[in-house]
């Protein structure tokens, strides 16, 4: 394998990777307008390696419960899709959909939560096709429900054959009229022999 | 006055009496409890993957359960405790997200789980209490007092191993 994740802070990898997630995150919020058909505005994603324990501080510590929505990549290369929201970012979500009269977990909410996150991810991976002349799609949608922690061991797992850090591509999404503030985290996780598949499309030789 | 010590992910610690160990949110990782009776002396690692073998970048040894169980025993014979005394207890090793077709990448759990029940049988420590698999995640709590292992879950309840 000729890939050292751990070296590319000083790389033009990491910058390539950082690319496709702002196209990709751009274009997930597009989707997202159209679908609730409402102004959406984004910050500029924040693209940046974390060590394992860091990483579950942002959503609120390893035992705040939150939602991640799972998905595989197939195709030309193969890996996974993850995105990450805490709860109040999963209700505002969905409320921006379809207002709820509960603030719970439940069925409704759920498959909202799936579909939203399938359109993001869908986005998200059709942009990073575009970019790469890649034929790739997601699977459909798995969910749950659990502390940061677990939930966030399974990028965490997949990054820790290569690393001790874990590559996260964070968004904010802000509903204009509102002000409901979603606040998801993605992570692009390529299987260890997709990574030159993915950067040599993109012209980088490693 | 017991203190609490923290053990986070790919990291291990070992204290003596009256201090408890915890680490929490366990996903597919798994925690390795090991504990000597007669010493009060109590280890605990948060692995992430089956062996270090297969990987280049293995320089943290808490990171995999072939070398954390090694560094793990090592470290409590320093402090007194004899390995012939020891008695393991083992949670974690979920499955977080679950498609009908199963590739390898995704049984990373079961196998973590598997992978410390072999180890720890090769090295002859007896397992007292498993509570490994499921799609839910974890936080454990280990005394030194009793080898008490105390696991609590997002909906699930709290239980004692």
Redesign the interface.
């Known amino acids: 394998m000729g890939f050292e994740f751990d070296n590319m802070n000083n790389t033009i990898i990491l910058d390539v990777l950082r690319e496709i997630g702002n196209i990709g995150a751009g274009n997930a919020a597009t989707s997202l307008a159209k679908m609730i058909d409402k102004k959406i505005d984004m910050k500029v994603p924040v693209v940046k390696l974390l060590d394992f324990d860091q990483v579950p501080e942002l959503l609120g510590g390893p035992e705040n419960v939150v939602c991640g929505i799972f998905f595989k990549i197939e195709g030309d290369m193969t890996g996974s899709i993850m995105f990450v929201l805490d709860q109040k970012s999963a209700f505002n979500l969905v409320d921006l959909l379809m207002p709820r009269e509960n603030a719970d977990f439940d069925e409704f909410t759920v498959s909202a939560l799936k579909e939203i996150g399938n359109i993001l991810a869908g986005s998200y991976i059709s942009s990073l096709s575009g970019l790469t002349n890649l034929k790739i799609k997601i699977s459909i949608p798995a969910l749950s429900i659990d502390m940061a922690g677990a939930i966030l061991s399974v990028p965490a797992i997949h990054f820790g054959q290569l690393s001790d850090n874990v590559m996260i591509i964070q968004n904010e999404f802000i509903e204009v009229l509102e002000a409901k503030s979603v606040d998801g985290y993605f992570f692009l996780i390529p299987d260890l022999d997709s990574y030159e598949i993915l950067l040599g499309s993109l012209g980088v030789t490693l | 006055m017991s203190t609490m010590v923290k053990v ?4 291990l610690k070992v204290v003596s009496h009256p201090d408890a160990l915890t680490t ?6 798994v925690g390795i409890c090991l504990y000597d009776a007669t010493t009060k002396v109590t280890g605990m690692a948060h692995i ?2 089956p062996s270090s073998k297969a ?3 293995n320089e ?1 040894v808490a ?1 995999f359960a072939d070398t954390a169980i090694v560094e793990l025993i090592d470290q409590m014979e320093k402090l007194g405790a004899r390995k012939s005394r020891f008695v393991a207890k083992i949670a974690g090793g ?1 499955q ?4 009908t077709s199963q590739n390898d ?1 995704m049984k ?1 759990g079961e196998r973590n789980a598997e992978a410390v029940r072999e180890i720890l049988k090769n090295m002859g420590i007896p397992i007292k209490a498993d509570d490994t698999g499921g ?5 454990i709590e280990f005394y030194s007092e009793n080898g008490k292992l105390i696991i609590k879950t ?1 909906g699930k309840g709290i239980k004692e191993i």
């Open positions: 986070g992910m790919a990291d929490l949110g366990l996903g597919s990782c992430m993957l990987i280049r970048k943290n990171k979920a977080m997200f679950s498609f990448s990373i799609n839910f995640g974890r936080t997002a």
